[in-house]
Every structure is written in C-alpha cells, then in structure tokens.
C-alpha cells in the first residue's frame, strides 16, 4: 500500500539554526499538510498545500516557517531560525482530497525534531 | 471552547474484550467529517474509521465501529475483540466544511491511551 514518507526520522539541531523536514507524499495525493506534536500533547495543524500554494494555514506558522514542492515528489518544511519550543514531532500528510470529499488524510510515520 | 473533547485519558481492556472511546465534538458547520487515527507507542499516526455528519449509518471497518450520535455531538470508538496490539493512543479529529469547501485541516483531541491486558 502507497504510503507517506517522510526522512529524516530524527533531526538533531542547535538553537537559531535552520532545519529543513522532507516528506514525499503518496503520489496521485492533490493535498499535502504539516502537522506537529509536541511530547505529550495533542496533533496540531500547521499547514495545508495545494496547487503549488499554501490554501490555510494556522497561527503557529508565522515568518519562521515556509512550506515548499521543490519537484513533483518532495514536499518540505522549512524552520528558518529553530528556538526550542519548535522541538516537537512533525508530521507530513497527504490526502486526495476534492474540498468537498471525505477521504482521510494519510500521515507519515513524523520527524523528531531536537533543539538543543 | 474545545472543538473535539475525549475525556478518558488512560482506559484498561482484557483482552478479546470490546472497549468505548469517548469523543464529543463542537461545530455549528452542517457539513463535517470526524476521524479516528492510532498512534502506537512507535509514533506513527494510523487512521482508522471515518463518519461523515451527513451519512446514514455509522461507520464500521472490521473490528472498529462509530457510534455516531449527531444530537449529542459525539463520535464514540469502539473496538471489539481487543487485541494486544491494540494498545496505543487513539485520537479524534475533525473536519469542518466539508460540502462547502470549508478547509482541509484536522483539529485533533487530546487523545485517549488504551492499554489491552491479558
């Protein structure tokens, strides 16, 4: 079965350093998202993408965070300048979603992002 | 107000055992879809069921069935038959607007930890 990928599956990163997270969708997917997870709390929305635009995004991806399909296959997340909060677990999704179906979102298996 | 409450934080079942999931939701949107994902201690997000508001019968895909009840605003798990591999963090997640464009994004609960014991 098709799934999400997403590499790396750790990243280890200094304070005020730029991270890039990569995921490759499942390939006939219109939609890719961002979520992230902080150790013991809930999945939040970060970022949806379609079209080659972001369509939503929430209040957590403000100017230190960009999204980006560099090709047909890789779907990235960018933190420009990480601060510690940013430490969490990221993950892709992607769905084939029409705005107006019902199918799922399909999640990678996350990135551990580390500042240190 | 919280979109999606699940107010079991750690449940315990016997195994073969069938077990209830609580989730209530909060959306004035008549069109919207509600998740179920699991997330093994490994970290990976599964989805699982899926019931849309505006589906006749709930939901069932083999061992996991929705019970869905539109008035109370709750989409409740249950999971028969448990199995030892059903140990893991479940989580409820909505999605609004769904026949009116509204928006991809899943806003998620705090999730409930299942623990399946022999």
Known sequence: EPEVTQTPSHQVTQMGQEVILRCVPISNHLYFYWYRQILGQKVEFLVSFYNNEISEKSEIFDDQFSVERPDGSNFTLKIRSTKLEDSAMYFCASSEDHPYSNQPQHFGDGTRLSIL | ?118
Do not use: H
């Open chain 2, 1 to 118: 107000a919280q979109k999606i409450t699940q107010t079991q934080p750690g449940m315990f079942v016997q195994e073969k055992e069938a077990v209830t999931l609580d989730c209530t939701y909060d959306t004035s949107d008549p069109s919207y879809g509600l998740f179920w994902y699991k997330q093994p201690s490994s970290g990976e997000m599964i989805f699982l069921i899926y019931q849309g508001s505006y589906d006749q019968q709930n939901a069932t895909e083999g061992r996991y069935s929705l019970n869905f009840q539109k008035a109370r605003k709750s989409a409740n798990l249950v999971i028969s038959a448990s199995q030892l591999g059903d140990s893991a963090m479940y989580f409820c997640a909505m999605r609004e607007g769904i026949l009116t464009g509204g928006g991809n994004k899943l806003t998620f609960g705090t999730g409930t930890q299942l623990k399946v014991e022999l």
